[in-house]
């Protein structure tokens, strides 16, 4: 299995950054995409920004322009860098990760907890 740890929410005002952070643990698996999704209460999750391996990226048309993720391949890990922080971005953000564990036979999505974002007007 792929366990994903996030780190880097918390209460920022309007106008303010925050970054989050997100490492890839277990045993013996290969991971293909990396990315960041949000969730509100009431709503469904929603894409924020992922990551392929080849470095392509892909963004919600609300991250465009103030936000940007980033990868360490060698460590597993993934960033999303998040400017100019609207209210609106407040959200419960879950790292996401397309990974293949050796005990696997297709690539399977693998989440973390969450980490809360919130922006005060």
């Known amino acids: 299995q792929v366990q994903l740890t996030e780190s880097g929410g918390g209460l920022v005002r309007s106008g303010g950054s925050l970054r989050l952070s997100c490492v890839a643990s277990?045993?013996?698996?290969?991971?293909?995409?990396m990315g960041w999704y949000r969730q509100t209460p009431g709503k469904g999750r929603e894409l924020v920004a992922h990551?392929?391996?080849?470095?392509?990226?892909n963004y919600a048309d609300s991250a465009k322009g103030r936000f940007t993720i980033s990868r360490n391949y060698a460590e597993n890990t993934v960033h999303l860098q998040m400017n100019s922080l609207k209210p609106e971005d407040t959200a419960l953000y879950y790292c996401?990760?397309?990974?293949?564990?050796?005990?696997?036979?297709?690539?399977?999505?693998?989440w973390g907890q969450g980490t809360q974002v919130t922006v005060s007007s």
């Open positions: 990551i392929s391996n080849s470095g392509d990226t």
């Open positions: 996401n990760a397309l990974a293949l564990p050796i005990t696997h036979l297709a690539p399977s999505d693998f």
């Open positions: 277990g045993s013996r698996f290969q991971v293909y995409r």
